[in-house]
């Protein structure tokens, strides 16, 4: 058993669950369809060495002093924890797997699938205690149907960032494709593996990153965001309070996919501090135009965009680190006035080779030095953002099954709106999705909104130069309803006697005298 310190981000995390604790926003969750002959035992024995492989999913928290601290436990020790806590367990030596089969006679598949789902979601959009839960993440397999199984990992976001989910899950895959392979051939580096992995991992933290490149950072940060306008408004009347919100996914036709994979390619001239072209990624990309359609929702030309990086280091010895290790940065982009869409790429992603050089300045500081620059700051201000989902694990394979991603929903959100984006690179596919508060949004709007993400994109990268306040945006039902059916000002008129004539006609008719 080790005990070790909270990262930043860690601490953060805690904080805002101690705060709301049946909060289940930090919530992460894969989820596959399998289908094929799958071997049950064999799939447990595969699930069961995971476990053992990454320590960091054999851990729990507690709180000392007022201060929280994760404790990292050996397989023994683990399973003590689990006869300790009394968790209800399906199969002792693997306490964080279950597995349900709802397949009966009579029962429609159909039907079974639904009620997986439903099954599947529940688990999902639990929320986790810190404190009491152990295990903090977990496997469920469900069959509902001949060869038709669901299967899905959930864990909490303090034990796991989405490098982590993939990394586990690409493990569970070979450790299930070839289990006769030990962690030495496997060439396994985990964070917590062995305790001078960890002493290791943070002695090479404090010397990549000490008090004075601390300090540079903060300045770096200071100067970036002075005077931002951290809040985006749209004008739009909230209808209460509370996290709870929707995903609503949508594709980007082949055009844009392959338009964006262009227009990457394309040679920059601008060049970053350490004389290298910058990177027009498809994340810089869908950034720039998630930015062009907020600039014109909005006209707001100063816009803050919060968003997720790796803050693994580049070094072979720690290829293969579990845990936690993500920071949030915040992107900074003005909009200048007729700029195009083209020059709007090179901006962003100029913006991001310098804010790449300083991302490691922990988000919680720089909340912390915004609120002393800025009394009337909140995190809360900050209500846009961009992520990615599935991390790689399309490469996913497992032996004598087919795999297929199913789409999640959490029923929580931490900001306003987000953009998710999933970029499979071997099928050429660009999945996304609006992630949005419902007490903001309606649903209906949010749909426009993807119509007209995907306008604006099309039009930007056919005509990089034309403005951005010029880029079409209108689907075509909404061209057509604009344009032709609210201008059919044409009315027939009820066939109707003028004034003078009614005046003549009452003038004829027989009155009675006066009385």
Request: charged letters at 25%; proline letters at 6%.
């Amino acid at each position: 058993m080790k005990t070790y310190a909270l990262t930043t981000e860690q601490k953060r995390m805690w904080i805002e669950w101690k705060l709301n604790p049946d909060g289940r926003a930090y919530n992460t969750a894969f989820q596959f369809e399998m289908h094929g002959a799958l071997d049950l035992d064999r799939f447990k024995r595969a699930v069961a060495q995971v476990r053992g492989y990454l320590d960091g999913y054999r851990q729990y928290f507690v709180e000392k002093a007022g201060e929280p601290f994760q404790v990292i436990l050996s397989k023994k020790e683990a399973t003590l924890e689990v006869q300790k806590r009394k968790t209800p367990v399906q199969f002792p030596d693997i306490p964080n797997f279950r597995f349900i089969d709802l397949t009966a006679p009579g029962q429609r598949e159909a039907d079974l699938k639904a009620k997986a789902l439903e099954i599947h979601e529940q688990g999902i959009r639990q929320g986790f205690d810190l404190v009491r839960d152990y295990p903090l993440e977990g496997y469920r397999l469900i069959r509902f149907g001949q060869d038709q199984y669901l299967f899905s990992q959930v864990s909490h976001h303090i034990l796991s960032d989405g490098f982590s989910g993939a990394l586990s899950l690409k493990l569970l895959s070979l450790c299930h494709n070839r289990p006769w392979l030990t962690r030495a051939v496997m060439g396994i580096k985990t964070l917590f593996t062995r305790n001078k992995d960890m002493g290791a991992y943070l002695e090479y933290v404090r010397s990549v990153y000490p008090g004075p490149e601390q300090q540079k950072d903060r300045a770096y940060w200071q100067a970036t965001l002075k005077n931002a306008a951290f809040h985006t408004d749209f004008g739009l009347p909230r209808r209460g309070e509370g996290s709870r919100g929707r995903r609503l996914r949508f594709s980007l036709p082949e055009e844009a996919v392959l338009g964006i994979s262009a227009l990457g390619q394309k040679k920059s001239p601008v060049k970053d501090p350490v004389k290298n072209p910058v990177r027009k990624t498809p994340f810089i990309i869908l950034a720039a135009a998630f930015n062009a359609l907020l600039y014109r929702y909005t006209g707001q030309a100063d816009l803050v965009l919060g968003y997720p990086v790796n803050l693994r280091p580049r070094n072979r010895k720690f290829n293969f680190l579990s845990g936690f290790m993500a920071n949030q940065v915040l992107m900074r982009t003005a909009i200048p006035e007729n700029t195009g869409f083209g020059a709007l790429v090179e901006r962003m992603a100029g913006q991001r080779q310098a804010d790449r050089l300083h991302q490691q300045y922990p988000y919680a500081d720089l909340i912390r030095d915004l609120r002393q620059e800025y009394p009337t700051f909140s995190p809360e201000k900050i209500n846009i953002s961009l992520g990615q989902t599935a991390f790689g694990t399309h490469s996913l394979s497992f032996r004598g099954l087919a795999l297929k991603p199913t789409f999640l929903d959490y029923g929580e959100v931490m900001a306003d709106l987000t953009l998710l984006y999933d970029h499979d690179k071997a099928a050429g596919t660009l999945e996304l999705a609006f992630e949005y508060r419902e007490s903001l949004f309606e649903e209906d709007f949010v749909r426009r909104m993807q119509g007209h993400f995907i306008n604006l994109i099309l039009d930007g990268l056919r005509r990089p130069d034309k403005p951005l306040s010029q880029l079409a945006l209108l689907t075509p039902d909404e061209f057509h309803q604009q344009w032709y059916e609210w201008n059919r000002t044409q009315k027939i008129w009820p066939r109707i006697k003028p004034v003078l004539h009614c005046f003549e006609e009452q003038v004829k008719k027989p009155r009675k005298p006066w009385l």
